[in-house]
T-cell receptor, first 115, second 114 residues
Framework: EPEVTQTPSHQVTQMGQEVILRCVPI?????FYWYRQILGQKVEFLVS????????KSEIFDDQFSVERPDGSNFTLKIRSTKLEDSAMYFC?????????????FGSGTRLTVV | AQTVTQSQPEMSVQEAETVTLSCTYD???????LFWYKQPPSRQMILVIR??????QNATENRFSVNFQKAAKSFSLKISDSQLGDAAMYFC???????????FGAGTILRVKS
């Protein structure tokens, strides 16, 4: 079964450093998403991406965050200057056709620890 | 804004028994989608079952079924013949018909006793 692949599985970074989280969505999917889950809390939407642009973003997704699809396969989330409160599990997801809504396929997540 | 409420922080079930996890939501929309996701200790999010609001028939997937009560805005998950591998955090989620994002509940931890 096709998978969404995220790398790395765990990233430790110093506060103030830039970090890039990488995702390879399922090849025929057109919509891409990032979600965040702070330990012990609910999963929160960050951003959705379609046709090489952001289609929706939450209030969490401020100027410190950016997304990019640099080539035909990767989808990245960049945090420019990490803060302690950015420590969380970050999930990438993709979906095939938004309105038919077969549901998202999530990756296994990247655990980001900011020290 | 839509909200999703899971009122049971934690539930326990004996192996082979049946358990029901509750979920309610608030929306003014008439067409939308509802989901249950499973998050085992590995932290991966796995889609368990989905329901389209315009369908009256409750969705089923093997041992998993839902009780969708649109008027009451309730969407409970029933797990029959519970297995040890069902132990996980379960999230209820809502999505507008033409929306981009999933709105998640706070989750219910399910423990399965042997």
């Amino acid at each position: 079964e096709p998978e969404v692949t995220q790398t790395p599985s765990h990233q430790v970074t110093q506060m103030g450093q830039e970090v890039i989280l990488r995702c390879v969505p399922i090849s025929n999917h057109l919509y891409f998403y990032w979600y965040r889950q702070i330990l012990g809390q609910k999963v929160e939407f960050l951003v959705s991406f379609y046709n090489n642009e952001i289609s929706e973003k939450s209030e969490i997704f401020d100027d410190q965050f950016s997304v990019e699809r640099p080539d035909g396969s990767n989808f990245t989330l960049k945090i420019r200057s990490t803060k302690l409160e950015d420590s969380a599990m970050y999930f990438c997801a993709s979906s095939e056709i938004q309105n038919l809504n077969y549901g998202y396929t999530f990756g296994s997540g990247t655990r980001l620890t900011v020290v | 804004a839509q909200t999703v409420t899971q009122s049971q922080p934690e539930m326990s079930v004996q192996e082979a028994e049946t358990v029901t996890l509750s979920c309610t939501y608030d929306t003014s929309e008439s067409d939308y989608y509802l989901f249950w996701y499973k998050q085992p200790p590995s932290r991966q999010m796995i889609l368990v079952i989905r329901q389209e609001a315009y369908k009256q028939q409750n969705a089923t997937e093997n041992r998993f079924s839902v009780n969708f009560q649109k008027a009451a805005k309730s969407f409970s998950l029933k797990i029959s013949d519970s297995q040890l591998g069902d132990a996980a955090m379960y999230f209820c989620a809502y999505r507008e018909e033409y929306g981009n994002k999933l709105v998640f509940g706070a989750g219910t931890i399910l423990r399965v006793k042997s």
